[in-house]
């Protein structure tokens, strides 16, 4: 079987090639194509069958993450979307949830109205209403004013439609009707029908996910569809899989229908990288570290198991998105990320960023402020030929300069190495700090885990990070730039259904949620069988969302398979318990009954198991000319700025076996390892480099 | 506490912490320690919310919590309502008052004194001492609007006799003594409420959050070291301090001044009540003075000095001064040090500040009067730095008896207000405003939980206020009633719209409908008590909206011709009230008839 993993990001597309059957691995990476990204992705897949002798047509499976509908919702270039709701709300949507992102502030804009997903031109309400908490019609569908709405709508000029009625989670009758007539006077309208998108409670925030759909609906689609039909020649048979932002795989025509599930793709297949690659490396309990230009994403994985984000605690660009996603962190630091010096006189580095433009100063593309980036040429840690095998040159001193106008002498009598070192270690803190609240804080000891460290500056940190949380190793993966295309090749298919139920535990009856459960599994099967999954290539997993009758918010809990009887409840009940004293240390016991409130099936398909190339094996002391150069390099010693005479490495040129102690730089094309002084890394047969970061802990 | 101005308790010089240098703690290192406090803080936050019971501090949000020194100055706190945290400080003086000399490790103490430090009656502060070898270093303390506390009416209570009839007082209690529950305290607190189940619950979820409060402070003395950490907490205050002071020397010395009008006292309707602001900027302090305000009211209208008046301004000053969307990219921590260049005034026995016992209950329409006030007094001098007139929020407070649970069901709707054009932008439209930062409840939650079908909730129909910079449109919020209930209500505006200014013309009045189960159709007051809201009546909420801000004549054409596709506007407002000519078949601004309309009705 010939598979390829293609992440298209905003500066690189990178591919991954795998053969199941020959263990064989491949990598491609070029330049993206930002105006069409389908161009680079096909390009990219041309170029990597024909550097290895492979035909397009026998690639059997692509798997794709893409950014295309995160883009539209950032740069607000969506559809023109017509909202047809309930009498009485036309504007649920744009009130939303009343709070001001900002409690200190007269002069905020609100993000989920910059602009509104439907203009308040464009919501319009037909009578009907759903009673609560019965679910019967108190009003029926006014359905001439249904047609009659799509009609106006039409002539007004939008290209998608958004049904979303109000406690259509209840009831989804009115909106299905309505979906029809929708289908009848308007065939060529994008439709998103808020039930279909999201068949939970909250009105707000499931209308929003629908029309967020919407809006980036028209142009996802087009996109996909492109893709395929450029594809359609040169691989009539070929299987296209979209990565989502739970870290599912699911088909064109899924995505295409659910395009807001694609949000977090890109981010989340690194996740899913990062995790594989620790799994291959022995480190089943991982945290990911992906840190590119402007933002560092976070991962945490215990045991290997991806956690999901709380529901109701998503939201894209400003708008709330209630769909189940990874639970990561993305933070503003990154390489481009902006060190100054604030009128209270405290350094604070990032969330502003340079950017790719101008970016840098010593990327010399008009840059002028001191970046993160900047700090670690200032240290010495980049060489000036040193990225993208020389293609893009290091102007060290223009980061010097940098250092020198905004920092130095602004920041207590610190010269220029001790300044970039401070600027360093507040982004540094920064990420320690997003970890620590995503392990720590959540329960979850950083002892028991492993750093996978990757993107174009994972590296760069990864070792200080680890030591300031007592993390033990580090692993940078032996390619560090494309553990994204790696995650899309080590996903499993995945469907996820899910359903409202809100019942207490002491009425529940076992056979009527044994019977949700039976339904939701049946669809996850029949969407795996339609994929085409072999029935024993199936996982079907059973999760409950449970809180204490009388909060508001849930907890993911895993339920129990099989006949869902009341030992199941029990044990459910008793993962609820133990789940909410790890998340806030604590319980309240069995006097406050539990509450079931949404049932949800994951139907998973395997895939087969993906295996790195080996490297040659080498001893203990890498070859002479992996060695590319001496030169001081500034590191912190007991407290004090020093420049340490250090070892440039060529990654490239590592063998397995081979020992590097710090202080050590290792050049990997497109990434940096920076390994401190006293801490020791080995090259695994796979050419991971595997930072030891126990034996030293004079930080 | 009531003496009639705040005289900022500070341990460190005024002009050291102004201008001087940057302290002994590594400036690396205090960044780090910082952020770690407002993580905490805004992890608290996020603590109580999810393990609360009550609709009100789950989702309304109307919770506090943080982190304070033994002195009781703001370390750190949630991102959560405003009203809550800044008066904090005001609850642990008011119950050190008692308790000085005698806090243990293992306390948990409990305190909703208004006329000691309380926010207001209903707003019960749990707090904890935190220790470390041996001595206390700092308060972890969180506040919550409990559903009910024991008063004469269900929830809140505007036309009560005095504060002794509004709630039940728990002042200075430790409800765990050295880690002991005191059980008899802890019943006579649950038997004394009438929805017991949601303050049990709250009050634990308050209990939780503290401890989880102490936790991070301890992980941070842990890992730093006391000697390291408490300056650090005193250089982390000083640079939000300095940060504020810079901002409000820019201003030019000097005093401006404003009025306006609150309702009534929700008893003697024909008497509206007296705001009167004065706004005094000398060097880089602030002071509010509320001096000429309406004498205190017999009834509940009225506003705790220490625990809301003062913090209220802490809240109005910095979203003026140091306004977060303004100052994004630098992300100053809210702490005391923000509070420490404000000083408020407001003489005893006025609204403001009101004498023992009066009963000073529902009070957020009157902070954020006061806000709106010396907004209007600022504009005469920083007016890129305001908003036009900004409409406050309705508590509506709906309740009943539960017969199968033997129990009282009560809920409050918070229904926002929306805010008065601005330098450059239009109003925000229907959002909580200026002091309260609240979400609504879900109706999809509401209607499941309570016996009220919420009938519609959208932008009100009428106008925004004309402004080359529109006031912001409010919303309308029906409910209707399937039970016998009782409603009541704190609302403002009526009778005055939202001002406009520089030309901008004013909102529009709150309007309240009942319209009766028999078909009766009643405009109510703003404020009522425990009203009759028989079943099958429904409320209306017709939300002021903001005014607006500049010369209509001068407002975008296309701006114009976007309220009118939105229609928000007809035809006919866009020609009279802002001059401008559209077509209505090609819905396209007609130019040249726009600037001959426009230049005829310059004159």
Known sequence: ?699 | MSDGSTAPARPKSRAEAAHGGHGTVDPVTLAVIGGAFVAAGHEMGHAIKRLAFSPGAQQVEDIGGGLFTVAGEEICESDTSPMHIGSIPAYIQGFMRRLEGDVNEGDVIIHNNPYEGASHAPDLLVAVPIFWEGEQVAWSAATTHLTDVGGVFPGIAIDVFDVFAEAKIYDSLKLYDRGVRNEMLWRFFLDNTRTPTYVEGDTEAMIATCRLGERRMHELLEKYGKDTVMPAIGEWLDYSERMMRAEIEKIPDGSWEAEGYLDDDGRNRDKPLKVKAKVTIEGSNVTCDLTGSEENSLTGFNCPFGGSTVPGFYTIVRSIFLDQAVFADQGIPQNHGLFRPVTVIAPVGTIFNPAFPRSAGPRACLVCTAGDTAMKALAQVVPDKISAGTSTLSVAVYAGFDEEKQEYWSHYDIIEGSYGGRQGKDGLDAVDTLVINSRNVPIEELDMLFPIRTERYELRPDPPAAGQWRGGVASVRESRFLVDTVMTSEAEGTYEAPWGIFGGSDGTPLRVTKFGADGDVEELPSKVTNHPMEAGSTIRWEQASGGGFGDPLERDPEAVLTDLRDEFITLEIASEQYGVVIDPQAMTVDVDATAKLRADRRG
């Open chain 1, 1 to 699: 079987m010939n598979r390829v993993g293609a992440d298209v990001g905003g500066t690189f597309t990178d591919l991954v090639y795998w053969n199941a059957e020959q263990k064989r691995i491949e990598v491609h990476k070029l330049p993206s194509s930002p105006s069409n990204p389908a161009e680079a992705l096909l390009a990219g897949l041309r170029e990597i069958c024909e550097m290895h002798d492979v035909e397009v047509s026998d690639i059997d499976q692509l798997l794709h993450g893409t950014t295309v509908g995160t883009n539209i919702v950032l740069e607000k270039n969506g559809s023109e979307v017509g909202f047809i709701t309930t009498e009485g709300y036309r504007d649920v949507l744009y009130i939303g949830r009343h709070r001001r992102p900002f409690t200190f502030s007269i002069q905020q804009d609100l993000p989920w109205r910059e602009p509104s997903l439907a203009s308040r031109a464009n919501r319009r309400v037909v009578p009907e209403k759903i009673d609560a908490p019965s679910g019967d019609v108190l009003v029926p569908l006014d359905e001439e004013k249904v047609r009659q709405t799509v009609r106006e709508l039409k002539a007004d000029g939008v290209d998608a439609i958004t049904v979303g009625f109000l406690f259509a989670f209840l009831n989804s009758d009115h909106e299905k009707r309505a979906a029809e007539i929708v289908r009848e006077e308007f065939p060529e309208a994008y439709l998103s029908v808020s039930h279909e998108v999201v068949p939970l409670h909250r009105e707000y925030e499931r209308f929003s996910t629908a029309c967020l759909n919407a809006y980036i609906g028209p142009k996802t689609g087009r996109y996909l569809d492109n893709l395929r039909e450029a594809l359609a020649t040169d691989a009539p048979e070929l299987d296209i899989g979209l990565m989502t932002s739970s870290g599912g795989v699911v088909s064109v025509p899924d995505a295409s229908a659910k395009p807001v599930s694609l949000l977090m793709s890109g981010p989340v297949a690194g996740i899913i990288g990062g995790v594989w690659i620790g799994r291959q490396t022995g480190h089943p309990n991982v945290i990911t570290l992906d840190v590119g230009g402007t933002s560092a994403d976070i991962g945490v994985a215990p045991g290997g198991e991806l956690r999901m984000r709380r529901l109701y605690d998503t939201a894209i660009g400003g708008y709330d998105v209630m769909l189940p996603m990874v639970d990561m962190d993305a933070i503003g630091a990154g390489g481009g990320s902006i060190a100054r010096v604030d009128s209270g006189g405290l350094l604070q580095v990032g969330p502003s960023s340079a950017g790719a433009i101008p970016g840098p100063a010593s990327y010399g593309k008009g840059g002028v402020e001191a970046t993160a980036t900047d700090a670690q040429v200032v240290l010495g840690r980049l060489r000036p030929q040193g990225l993208l095998d020389g293609r893009m040159s290091i102007d060290v001193e223009a980061a010097e300069k940098a250092f020198d106008d905004h920092i130095v002498g602004r920041v207590g009598d610190r010269d220029r190495d001790d300044a970039a070192m401070a600027a360093l270690k507040i982004l540094t803190h920064n990420m320690v700090r997003a970890i620590e609240l995503n392990s720590v804080r959540k329960g979850f000891d950083p002892r028991d885990f492993s750093l996978v460290a990757f993107g174009g500056a994972g590296p760069l940190w990864a070792a200080e990070i680890a030591r300031e949380l007592s993390i033990p190793s580090v692993v940078v993966p032996g390619q560090p730039g494309v553990t994204s295309a790696l995650g899309l090749l080590a996903a499993d298919l995945k469907y996820e259904y899910s359903r409202t139920v809100m019942v207490d535990v002491p009425s529940a009856n076992p056979a009527d949620l044994q019977a949700v459960f039976a339904e939701l599994e049946e669809q996850a099967r029949e969407s795996l069988a339609q994929a085409g999954v072999d029935e024993s290539e199936m996982i079907l997993q059973r999760h409950a969302d449970c809180r204490y009758v009388g909060q508001a918010y849930e907890l993911l809990v895993p339920a129990p398979s099989g006949e869902f009887d009341d030992a199941a409840i029990a044990q459910l009940e008793e993962s609820f318990h133990d789940a909410h004293e790890r998340e806030y240390f604590w319980r309240f016991g069995s006097e406050k009954p539990v509450q079931i409130v949404h049932l949800r099936v994951y139907g998973i398909g395997l895939m087969p198991d993906l295996e790195l190339n080996q490297i040659e094996a080498g001893g203990e002391t890498p070859p002479d000319d992996a060695v590319i150069e001496r030169a001081p390099v500034a590191f912190e010693v007991g407290g004090v700025t020093e420049r340490l005479d250090t070892a440039f490495y060529d990654g490239s040129k590592l063998l397995a076996g081979n020992v590097v102690t710090g202080p050590a730089i290792i050049d990997h094309q497109t990434a940096t390892t920076v390994l401190p002084p006293d801490l020791r890394a080995e090259v695994d047969q796979y050419g991971n480099v595997i930072i030891d970061c126990t034996e030293a802990q004079n930080v």
